[in-house]
């Protein structure tokens, strides 16, 4: 099971970087891999969407379900056939008033042995690449520290 975990610190309210990281149907314009994500339903605290991710070799079209605790956490499941297991948690530990604890965790096994060796293949680092995508977008939305008032 692929099984990865970082965090980075943003000079962003914990809000705006929860608000980011909440507008899954964005993701394709900025998270490397992936390729479509729209917003099929919406019942309070929880969504589901469809979303499809490619790295490498590997394409994936899947189901998940959000359940958003603004603005300290979003935990991304999927029941999807093609999955043993799958979690995606994004965490927001304010820091201040204009500072954030950004974490990203992700628990993956896909069903497949062919899918899964090729996942294992190209995943190592992803979680990593995906906050300093996260970050970039951030900063293109919000400014930079110095715009924020953070040295």
């Known amino acids: 099971m692929l099984s990865e975990r970082a965090e980075l610190w943003l000079p962003y309210c914990a809000e705006e ?10 993701y394709p314009r900025y998270l490397p891999g992936w390729r479509s994500a ?11 969407a469809e979303q499809a991710v490619g790295f490498g070799p590997v394409r994936l079209r899947f189901r998940t379900t959000a359940t958003l605790r603004r603005p300290q956490w979003i935990e991304v499941s999927s029941d999807d056939p093609q999955f043993n297991h799958f979690r995606l948690t994004w965490t927001f530990a304010a820091e201040g008033t204009r500072a954030c604890r950004v974490g990203l965790g992700v628990e993956l096994e896909l069903r497949g042995r062919l899918l899964r060796r090729a996942l294992e293949s190209v995943a190592p680092g992803s979680v990593n690449t995906v906050l300093g995508a996260f970050a ?16």
């Open 17 to 26: 970087l929860f608000d980011l990281a909440a507008d899954f149907e964005q």
């Open 38 to 48: 729209q917003i099929t339903r919406r019942e309070g605290e929880r969504l589901q």
């Open 136 to 151: 970039e977008r951030a900063q293109q939305l919000f400014g930079s520290a110095t715009d924020q008032g953070v040295t």
